[in-house]
């Protein structure tokens, strides 16, 4: 079955304890993507990535680092998580050329920052 | 600045009432507009993407327009199950940033 997996789905955490989100896709997408989600504000953009070793900011990168080291993984990297992170997280990824460009999303991890 | 607004931001419907539901965009190129269905504790499922005005796309009970400035979703003769968070997002001509909209919140009572 075609999906995206996050894992952990839910994270209670503490300010500064720093933290990793898993984001798996097994249908051999080049480009994948973190959102945040906030009641009222939609889904903002966190980070993407073209490939391989190919990063760049979306519009709310602030306190997230994020790598790809291969096509399949795109972990979300929080050195230093502040409530302000309190959120819900979504990866997505998609094939570029072709098809209708629509993004898959994962299932959601819901964080707690305290 | 590219920026997507949805309205309304929620809708009460009865079942078979039918009606719309809008999305304006700015975009310095679109490259396309996309409309996602979110259910409750869920990841968005892709619905429609539509690439130029005057296109139009349909999936069931619901129908996509678009023209240079907005896009509709039409619903048609809708049912409880239809009952959802509806996204619309543009794909700007860079092809690699997503813009969404809040999204639009929809009830139908049966």
């Known amino acids: 079955e075609a999906q995206v997996t996050q894992n952990p789905r839910y994270l209670i955490t503490v300010t500064g304890k720093k933290l990793t989100v898993t984001c798996s896709q097994n249908?051999?997408?080049?480009?994948m993507s973190w959102y945040r989600q906030d009641p009222g504000l939609g889904l903002r953009q966190i980070y993407y990535?073209?490939?391989?070793?190919?990063?760049d900011k979306g519009d709310v990168p602030e306190g997230y680092k994020v790598s790809r080291k291969e096509k399949r993984n795109f972990p979300l990297i929080l050195e230093s998580p502040s409530p302000n992170q309190t959120s819900l997280y979504f990866c997505?990824?998609?094939?570029?050329?072709?098809?209708?460009?629509?993004?898959?999303f994962g299932p959601g991890t819901r964080l707690t920052v305290l | 600045e590219d920026q997507v607004t949805q309205s309304p931001e929620a809708l009460r419907l009865q079942e078979g009432e039918s009606s719309s539901l809008n999305c304006s965009y700015t975009?310095?190129?679109?490259?396309?507009l996309f409309w996602y269905r979110q259910d409750p504790g869920k990841g968005p499922e892709f619905l429609f993407t539509l690439y130029s005005a005057g296109e139009e796309k349909e999936k069931e009970r619901l129908k996509a327009t678009l023209t240079k400035k907005e896009s509709f979703l039409h619903i048609t003769a809708p049912k409880p199950e239809d009952s959802a968070t509806y996204l619309c997002a543009v794909l700007n001509t860079g092809g690699f940033k997503t813009i969404f909209g809040a999204g639009t919140r929809l009830f139908v009572k049966a």
């Open positions: 997505a990824s998609r094939a570029l050329g072709g098809g209708d460009n629509e993004q898959f």
């Open positions: 990535s073209m490939n391989v070793e190919v990063t």
């Open positions: 975009v310095s190129g679109l490259r396309g």
């Open positions: 249908m051999n997408h080049e480009y």
